[in-house]
């Protein structure tokens, strides 16, 4: 469980104890239910994450609400987003194993994150890691509800695939972008787990290629 389960959790289950002792245990009951629900949504389930070449996997669970073609910094990337409901566990992880070139902070707006200008307007997290197979973008979207996005790491820091990098609580968005030649896995309305699901496979030449010149430049 994330930490701040517990602090949500056995907060509401300290002032339930409270309210039950000085009024009466059913006055209690609605606290009790939130601390349940705040335990439960802050879960952290381990996950299997594939071990295929070039793959790129979902950055969080949730549902595919768009597959398609953009432009990010006047280059062509294929995007996929992904809408994280307050059901669904909503610890982030990374979606390649690479080192982190650059975080940007982008403070916006809070619209519904199944909005298509979320992406775009609202307050979100600009990760950029760069992996042996390529470079991966990725965001942590604030949506309607969710107002705090964490993440845990540093420029320079060395990620593993799938490992925890941070979340977003509440409902909100995660969105992949990648290289045009990576083969797509997942279609829209696929639901979709946080480091378990291939999104894409980026080509394995290239994953040899980049291989080959790191190799290279180490001797």
């Known amino acids: ?17 409270v309210i039950a002792w000085l009024a009466a245990w059913p006055y209690a009951v609605p606290l009790l239910l939130l601390a349940a629900f705040f335990l439960w ?14 793959a790129i996997v979902s950055p969080g669970d949730g549902k595919v609400t768009e597959v398609s073609l953009v432009t990010a910094n ?11 409901n307050v059901f669904n566990v909503h610890v982030n992880r990374s979606p390649i194993a690479g080192i982190i070139r650059d975080i940007r902070y982008q403070r ?36 309607l509800i969710a107002r705090r996005i964490v993440f845990n790491f540093k420029v320079g ?24 030649d990576a083969a797509i896995q997942v279609k829209l309305g696929d639901h979709v787990q946080g ?8 080509p394995v030449r290239q994953f040899a290629s980049a291989a080959s010149t790191a190799s290279r430049e180490a001797h």
């Open 157 to 180: 820091d060395r990620l593993a695939c799938g490992q925890r990098v941070g979340l977003i609580k509440f409902g909100s968005r995660v969105d992949v972008l990648f290289d045009t």
């Open 74 to 84: 006047g280059v062509s990337r294929r995007r996929i987003s992904i809408f994280l």
């Open 1 to 17: 469980m994330v930490r701040d389960g517990y602090f949500y959790g056995f907060g509401c289950l300290l002032a339930a104890g």
């Open 108 to 143: 916006g707006l809070f619209l519904n994150a199944m909005s298509p200008h979320s992406a775009e307007q609202n307050e979100q997290n600009i990760v950029t890691v760069e992996g042996e197979a390529g470079t991966v973008i990725f965001k942590q979207i604030a949506g």
């Open 195 to 202: 480091g378990a699901t291939v999104l894409a496979v980026l």
């Open 41 to 54: 949504f802050f879960r952290d389930p381990e996950r299997q994450i594939p071990m295929v070449p070039g």
